[in-house]
């Protein structure tokens, strides 16, 4: 039994009978063709109908949202209302993605075909329950396959109202299939079968090596979003009010629970105190506007669990090098905002903390919460230094009005994403993955696609019988072209 405890429901953890059962029927699926065969404009259809389904429920999946992870209506609106646009862009894309005819020798005619993998396994996590499966279920849908979705055992609610719509959508039965359960037990033995072609996760670095190890001894396919620990360069060239808006964005949207949080911010020395004194008074503004996440006007809203609110704690409290500036322990008492009382969550303040050394936990490890680290850089190369001192690659971000400068440090930067003058953009279109220990392959855009499916080479001799007869027989001792 999974126990929603902010959604104030209980969902049935799927048992290993039932994970077996789900695999088979959706591999019976689609060995029927159903939907592995059904023309692109068809799935196109159907997605596009999707599409419209959900942009109806959006107010809805909102609440949902922040009931079952604590985050604002007014943050949950916003992020539900871009999820329409992945199933349009995927519907779009099957309708206008052309085909390749390869080069060949001879009277012979190459063409490729790209086809689904199979039965294919999605485990996703608790920050953007909704958003993030959305992101993977789109191309995996469009490219043919039958999906299975594991989501996060904190927040499944919303992914099984998600099935419903696809329904009514038209999506037949057995190609998508919703699996709530834990990531020890239902995730390992999706991730373990031998009929399952595809993983693609979400989660921590050490979740998906152990993953990681388990698909490739398959011969399966992996796509993996891991940790991050983005870097934010801050130059003294900087619009200071933009930069601590968006630093501030980066930071702690979604209580700094994102992989592409921006946590280390690495901020020029001329430009410094005026940016601290405009980005402290910044986070006090939050605080004071931190409440009931129903509230339209909180500002953000709380960590999912007391498990998580507690490891943020304890990594704060232990540390062996800097200054904490503001924030740093658990809110407890009444908000100033609406008088909600904060012991009714897992409610952690934005917070900075200064002069922490650079091999320190702090700077090194995913917090996953409003927790960042502030530092000094003096020059271009010092800070690019410092923005690449992680064994994560996932986000970035760059500050600066030189242009010449913003493309030369992007380029510098060891990162899958980098930002310039913005952070936490994101398009279906745009691929999305890291480098390093961040992850493997990418979501969105055609790359998302072409990794839901797989190259078929079909190659036709359209050379008459006749002359077949005189250049096609290798043993009549004539010299004849090989391959």
Same mark, same amino acid.
């Not at 039965?173 to 373990?192: F, M, R």
């Not at 990594?315 to 800097?322: D, F, K, L, N, T």
């Not at 996953?368 to 230094?385: A, D, H, L, Y």
């Given at each position: 039994m999974i126990l929603c405890a902010q959604a104030k429901r209980s969902v049935d953890a799927a048992s290993s009978e039932e994970v077996e059962w789900a695999v088979s029927h959706a591999q019976a699926t689609f060995d029927s063709g159903i939907w592995s065969k059904a023309s692109s404009i068809h799935r196109s259809s159907v997605l596009s109908r999707l599409a419209d389904s959900l942009q109806q429920c959006i107010p809805d999946m909102a609440h949902i949202e922040t009931l079952q992870t604590g985050r604002p209506i007014r943050e949950m609106n916003a992020q539900m209302a871009r999820l329409p646009d992945w199933l349009s862009y995927y519907a779009a894309l099957l309708r206008t993605n052309?085909?390749?005819?390869?080069?060949?020798?001879?009277?012979?005619?190459n063409y490729i075909?790209?086809?689904?993998?199979?039965?294919?396994?999605?485990?996703?996590?608790?920050n953007h329950p909704l958003f993030i499966a959305i992101k993977k279920i789109a191309p995996a849908l469009a490219a043919g396959n039958s999906v299975i979705v594991k989501p996060s055992?904190?927040?499944?609610?919303?992914?099984?109202?998600?099935?419903?719509?696809?329904?009514?959508?038209?999506?037949?039965?057995?190609?998508?299939?919703?699996?709530?359960?834990?990531?020890?037990?239902?995730?390992?033995?999706?991730?373990?079968?031998?009929?399952? %072609?595809?993983?693609?996760? +979400?989660?921590? *670095?050490?979740?998906? &090596?152990? $993953? #990681?190890?388990?698909?490739?001894?398959?011969?399966?396919?992996?796509?993996?979003?891991?940790?991050?620990?983005?870097?934010?360069?801050v130059f003294d060239d900087a619009d200071v009010i933009s930069?601590?808006?968006?630093?501030?964005?980066?930071?702690f949207v979604a209580s700094g629970q994102t992989c592409i949080s921006g946590t280390r911010i690495i901020i020029q020395d001329n430009i410094y105190e005026s940016f601290m004194t405009?980005?402290?008074?910044?986070?006090?503004?939050?605080?004071?506007?931190?409440?009931?996440?129903?509230?339209?006007?909180?500002?953000?809203?709380s960590i999912i669990s007391p498990h998580?609110?507690?490891?943020?704690?304890?990594?704060?409290? %232990?540390?062996?090098?800097? +200054?904490?500036? *503001?924030?740093?322990? &658990?809110? $407890? #008492?009444?908000?100033?905002?609406?008088?909600?009382?904060f012991s009714r969550g897992s409610f952690y303040p934005p917070t900075v903390i200064?002069?922490?050394?650079?091999?320190?936990?702090?700077?090194?490890?995913?917090?996953?919460?409003?927790?960042?680290?502030?530092?000094?850089?003096?020059?271009?190369?010092?800070?690019?230094?410092?923005?690449n001192a992680s064994r994560y690659g996932l986000g970035a971000g760059v500050w600066t009005q030189d242009l010449s400068r913003a493309h030369r440090v992007a380029a510098d930067v060891d990162a899958g994403l980098v930002w310039v003058n913005t952070h936490h953009r994101?398009?279906?279109?745009?691929?999305?993955?890291?480098?390093?220990?961040?992850?493997?392959?990418?979501?969105n855009g055609i790359e998302a696609l072409e990794a839901y499916s797989q190259s078929k080479s079909i190659i036709v001799n359209v050379a008459s019988p006749d002359e077949s007869r005189q250049t096609d027989d290798w043993f009549s001792g004539e010299q004849k072209r090989y391959g």
């Open positions: 052309q085909g390749f005819v390869a080069p060949t020798q001879g009277k012979l005619l075909q790209r086809v689904p993998l199979g039965v294919v396994a999605q485990i996703t996590p608790f055992e904190l927040t499944p609610v919303s992914l099984l109202e998600f099935a419903n719509l696809t329904r009514e959508a038209g999506l037949p039965n057995g190609v998508l299939t919703i699996l709530p359960g834990y990531g020890h037990t239902t995730g390992k033995q999706l991730a373990s079968h031998s009929l399952i %072609r595809k993983v693609d996760i +979400t989660a921590g *670095t050490r979740t998906g &090596r152990a $993953l #990681g190890a388990i698909v490739g001894s398959n011969l399966a396919t992996f796509t993996a979003e891991l940790g991050g620990k983005a870097p934010i360069l930069a601590v808006n968006g630093v501030a964005f980066a930071a405009a980005f402290l008074k910044k986070i006090e503004s939050i605080t004071q506007r931190m409440g009931d996440p129903m509230d339209e006007r909180c500002s953000m809203g998580h609110l507690d490891r943020i704690d304890d990594m704060v409290a %232990r540390r062996q090098s800097g +200054t904490v500036l *503001t924030g740093g322990k &658990r809110m $407890l #008492g009444k908000s100033l905002l609406d008088d909600f009382d200064s002069d922490v050394e650079v091999n320190h936990e702090l700077w090194q490890e995913e917090i996953f919460g409003p927790v960042v680290v502030v530092k000094k850089f003096s020059t271009e190369s010092e800070g690019i230094r410092l923005a994101n398009d279906p279109s745009s691929p999305w993955g890291g480098m390093k220990e961040s992850g493997i392959g990418r979501e």
